[in-house]
């Protein structure tokens, strides 16, 4: 038996060494679709690897280089490691991609940096994309401080409550079209406990500047309270903000889910599916996981706008979008190419092909008087519309802003500022420290950065 | 982590003596054919020197920079500044704390009951080699699914086997509401500590097993007939036989759990109080983009790693020394 295991283990060092060797030997190669060689007809494209960009990537042989005869070089990292590549790809300008996926965080100080190509000039020539369809809010999100365009959504997001409607009739509950967040929290009470097991709500709770601080921050917003106020003075310590942080807190830990310093969108997501919560405040793009064939709670579910208090509207808004690299040799290829992925075309092209219900939708007007899309997703199709309308992402708060920005604050030190501020509240989430200590702590960090933006 | 590679003094085996002695009569075609032995493995030293020194020198020199790759324009040459930040920064202070506590503690624990498993795998019984294999399984995991399961399928406090089983245990005894404890954010360290010795007791227990079947037989038998009972024969054979096996267990042990990423990453995400030096430089890294401070933050942990190797080795190469002086 040893000896067999031995032998087995040699083998097994053995095989592991080859296969670290290879794997070193593949890496000096160089990753990716080889370098921007002087051929006119293919594009480097570099894209994260949500399930959106991975269908977009079946179906571009067929479709996009058939018609153009524009081959398509696709690289697909998860999005941290897609982040740090893009930033080490367009910080030196390589040129190694024409075209990469950013989102409306990234576009203002990419564009700062100068490392974004305005795309303007092609959107006024092409008018079979019609940028006019295109969201506003959307627009705007991915418009630099000197006014122009320099990137095209793939699909949008903003954030909406969800709720179990069979669960509120039979307690006799009545969700408003628009409640407040003390509505919320009152339905929260009662819907605790409806069925065994069942929490009232479910908040994300884990630590991460994507995590817990986007919808935390859009209820310090409705409430009133902002990160910064439009001189870069941290405001983490004004009494509104510790209002909202503190009701957040207090919400989950009264009727929120069991372990919530871990759960994130992923956690919520399934608590919600297995009926764990009556309520679940998040992202737009998690109905469509609800909605899904297969899924227990499919058609119970009920979609009303992002509560408020102090603000009209208080969804977030979050979009992947197409930039194309400056230092690009082939814009008008790239062009092509992203006028294509964001175009009405595809969006049709996959609800035929796929299935409507995973159209990369929330950019353009026309895909909510689609017929055949709303067919899919009449539930909460109109809701997202107008929550990605509503959003305001230059003025989402009560006061003037420095910098754009809902769920974050846009500013490259945002997402360490944020992370690290997330692990104090999460903390108060868990308990093991007040809400004053855990923001204390977090305005410290907020003046540093604050002090380097003045 | 970086090693120092250091070229042999003495040409590889077989030349020494008739190297050393040719040397002095005939310089040229002598040390050309030290030279002729040596050339075969130049390759594979500059490979080594590239792929583990170079990466490490540029860390050091990337780490004198501040350098945010967000704003790519204000590179600049800073001097020692990042050190200093590290050495003041709070949360990079607490998390050396962190890592000292997570390792010392996954490292004791995991020691201690993989001693106790080894014992009891050392006396013969029926099944000994299936259960061997399955208290073995553990550490074949892969770390980040191993911290996966242990997030969601144990301490889980909706659908945990942890709080299930006490639900169905209670529940034998008519209790309806038992207590269900949030383990993770009652006691984040301790969870994510759980972890780590579920996977390394094996590691342990195997280190101590082979210690226990390398023991003399005669030596035993003969404190046996000298009247010593269990207790005394553990107490002054086996722990004094098995000191070098611990020794090299708590060395190994240490050395992979003060890199450990996978289970703080993926049941905390640093939070609560968990980040240890390995998430934090990370958070610098990917989070921040700070290049700068991330590599100072790097090169004192290599810094802070080889003095605390330096000593441990030194602990145990005496021990080396002193087992060839007893033979």
């Known amino acids: 038996m040893l000896h067999l295991q031995q032998r087995r283990s040699r083998l097994s060092v053995r095989l592991g060494t080859g296969a670290a060797l290879t794997a070193l030997l593949a890496g000096c190669s160089g990753a990716g679709g080889g370098s921007a060689s002087g051929d006119k007809d293919s594009i480097n494209v570099l894209m994260v690897n949500n399930p959106q960009m991975v269908q977009l990537q079946k179906l571009t042989a067929a479709n996009f280089t058939k018609e153009t005869g524009i081959e398509v070089h696709f690289t697909v990292l998860p999005e941290n490691d897609v982040r740090d590549k893009i930033t080490q790809d367009f910080s030196n300008q390589a040129g190694q991609y024409d075209v990469a996926t950013i989102s409306n965080f990234e576009v203002p100080f990419y564009a700062k940096n100068g490392w974004l190509h305005p795309l303007d000039e092609y959107t006024a020539k092409d008018k079979a994309f019609d940028q006019k369809d295109i969201l506003k809010p959307l627009q705007e999100s991915l418009t630099a401080q000197d006014g122009k365009l320099y990137a095209e959504p793939f699909y949008g997001e903003s954030s909406f409550l969800m709720y179990r409607k069979d669960v509120f009739a039979e307690k006799n509950l009545k969700m408003p079209a628009k409640p407040t967040w003390q509505q919320v929290a009152d339905l929260a009470a009662k819907a605790d406990g409806a069925k065994s097991g069942m929490k009232g709500i479910c908040l994300r709770g884990l630590p991460g500047w994507g995590e817990v601080i986007a919808p935390l921050t859009t209820v310090v917003n409705t409430m009133g309270g902002t990160w910064f106020d439009k001189d870069w003075n941290a405001r983490l310590d004004s009494p509104e903000f510790k209002k909202a942080v503190q009701f957040y807190v207090d919400l989950v830990k009264k009727h929120g889910e069991a372990g919530a310093p871990q759960s994130g969108y992923a956690e919520c997501l399934n608590n919600m599916t297995q009926g764990k919560t009556a309520m679940w405040y998040d992202a737009t793009a998690g109905a469509g996981s609800l909605e899904a064939a297969g899924s227990p709670v499919r058609g119970k579910v009920g979609y009303v706008a992002a509560p408020v208090e102090k603000t009209d509207t208080s969804g977030w808004l979050y979009t992947w979008a197409w930039g194309m690299q400056k230092a690009s040799k082939k814009t008008d290829s790239a062009w092509k190419f992203i006028s294509w992925a964001s175009g009405k075309d595809y969006e049709n092209l996959v609800g035929k092909k796929v299935g409507w219900p995973d159209v990369p939708a929330g950019k353009r007007a026309s895909t909510y008087s689609n017929k055949d899309y709303l067919k899919d997703a009449s539930a909460f199709a109109s809701v997202t519309q107008q929550a990605i309308a509503g959003a305001n992402p230059r003025d989402p708060g009560t006061q003037p802003r420095p910098t754009v920005g809902i769920q974050f604050v846009d500013i490259p030190e945002f997402t360490d500022l944020g992370t690290k501020v997330s692990q104090e509240i999460s903390s108060a989430i868990a308990g093991r420290q007040s809400v004053s200590d855990a923001l204390k702590a977090s305005q410290a960090l907020a003046e540093k950065v604050g002090k380097e933006q003045k | ?327």
């Open chain 2, 1 to 327: 982590m970086s090693t120092s590679v250091s070229t042999p003094e003495v040409s590889p085996a077989g030349a020494p003596a008739d190297a050393a002695a040719p040397r002095k009569a005939r310089k040229g075609p002598g040390r050309a054919r030290v030279w002729a032995t040596r050339a075969p493995l130049l390759p594979a030293l500059i490979f080594l020197i590239a792929v583990t020194q170079l990466p490490f020198v540029a860390t050091v020199v990337i780490s004198f920079f501040d350098w945010n790759s967000l704003s790519p324009d204000s590179r600049s040459f800073n001097a020692f500044a990042n050190y200093g930040e590290v050495f003041s920064d709070p949360s990079l202070r607490d998390s050396v704390f962190t890592t000292v506590w997570l390792t010392a503690g996954v490292v004791i624990v995991s020691v201690v009951l993989g001693l106790l498993l080894a014992l009891l795998l050392d006396r013969a019984f029926i099944g000994r080699g299936f259960v061997r294999t399955l208290l073995i399984t553990p550490f074949l995991l892969v770390p980040v699914s191993a911290a996966l399961m242990w997030k969601h399928l144990l301490y889980n406090p909706e659908y945990g086997l942890l709080n299930g089983g006490w639900a169905w245990f209670t529940g034998l005894f008519g209790v309806d509401t038992p207590a269900q404890p949030d383990w993770i954010s009652d006691m984040p360290l301790a969870a994510v500590a759980a972890a780590l010795i579920w996977q390394w007791t094996p590691f342990m227990m195997l280190i101590l097993l082979a210690g226990l079947q390398s023991r003399s037989a005669e030596q035993m038998e003969a404190a046996r007939l000298d009247g010593a009972n269990a207790w005394q024969m553990f107490c002054y054979l086996t722990l004094p036989h098995l000191r070098r096996y611990l020794e090299l267990g708590v060395l190994l042990g240490s050395i992979y759990i003060v890199q450990n990423f996978d289970a703080v990453f993926t049941i905390t995400a640093g939070g609560l109080g968990t980040a240890n030096l390995p998430y934090t430089i990370y958070q610098t890294f990917y989070q921040a983009h700070e290049y700068g401070l991330a590599s100072a933050a790097g090169v004192v942990v290599v810094i802070g790693t080889i003095v605390v190797a330096t000593f441990a080795l030194r602990v145990v190469s005496s021990l080396f020394s002193e087992e060839a002086n007893r033979a």
